[in-house]
């Protein structure tokens, strides 16, 4: 049994899948297990996982069912203390899995752990915007407005999964947001400042550029954790004007788009969480 397995669900990313395997396999941190979940990728993937028969482990799904299902079939056949995850557009740097799993012995009050990232977009280095900078500790409030936290980034114990769930397999976008809303609402979060991930972004697969209004998607999953009786009063309360925000701002947005049944619906669950 590996300390930690590694995560990387792709599809049809062959021009970046090599670079993001080779990042997990010179890891200096050696006792892992990296799993690539193949998600009915059309491209060349199947011919690049081949080359590294031995070396990872692979899992083809039947057909395409998104990154969700993709993270879940590996967790579910996981029996490692941490599970990390890695896109297959991003790259770790190689002392990332080494330094983390120092972390966990230092931090062993946080069940999960992760990193600052270095950010490209269209090629380019970016630096984050000032909404975007990390905190740690109790950081479900923070977490309510956007995600906090890379999945790239993250080492979390596996227990976490059989408590809380799994990724939200309804969710075609936002799942790490569904995911770490729940958890931080329970978890303390400790935060390894140093950029040990290279986030690519802005290409025209990436999944948040496919779909307009992505706060349709974190409204569902505010709804989702106001319905479960066990979050602090003033967890409850952020959540709950957050939920408002997030809905002003989508009715607003279908206004202008002449889509008035939409308003309807997101001028209803304000009301109704007023009255909660």
Known sequence: MPQVTVILPTWNRADWLQKSIESVLVQTFRDFELVVVDDFSTDSTAEILAAYSGKIRSIFLTKNRGVSV???????????????????????????????????????????HFTDEIWIRKGVRVNPKKKHQKKEGWIFKPSLELCLISPSTVLLRRELFEIHGLFDETLPICEDYDLWLRLTAKHPVALLNEKLMTRHGGHADQLSRSDWGIDRYRVQSIRKILKTESLRPEDRLAAIQMLQKKCRILANGFRKRGNLKEVEKYEKIIHLSSRT
């Open 70 to 112: 993709a993270r879940n079939a590996a967790i579910s056949t996981s029996d490692s203390e941490w599970i990390a995850f890695l896109d297959s557009d991003d790259f770790w740097h190689p002392e990332k899995l080494q330094k983390q799993i120092a972390q966990t012995k230092n931090r062993p009050e946080c069940p999960i």
